[in-house]
């Protein structure tokens, strides 16, 4: 389940780098005026900043809903343990 999160979370940064580095025709007059501008900037970092977050959050269930199921296994084997003593 966490390795299902990861590699979800790496092939949509791989994804969203190759988006970025792209060639594509409407770029070309930004980057003839010299680049982006700062709150275009600011704009893509916030929401780079967002995404982040929401895999962050995402990764954060998971693990706890993996802590649920450990414990569960946990209180299965000490009962078991408890019954053939």
């Not at 809903?65 to 569960?72: L, V």
């Not at 299965?76 to 019954?83: E, P, V």
């Amino acid at each position: 389940m966490i390795r299902t999160s990861v590699r979800r979370i790496t092939s949509n940064t791989r994804m969203f780098k190759r988006l970025q580095t792209g060639g594509r025709s409407e770029g070309s007059t930004v980057a003839s005026k010299g680049g982006i501008s700062e709150k275009e900037k600011a704009a893509e970092n916030m929401w780079v900043r967002e995404q982040e977050a929401e895999k962050i959050k995402a990764l954060q269930e998971a693990l706890h809903k993996q802590k649920q199921a450990t414990e569960s296994l946990q209180k299965d084997i000490d009962a078991l343990k408890n019954n053939t003593k």
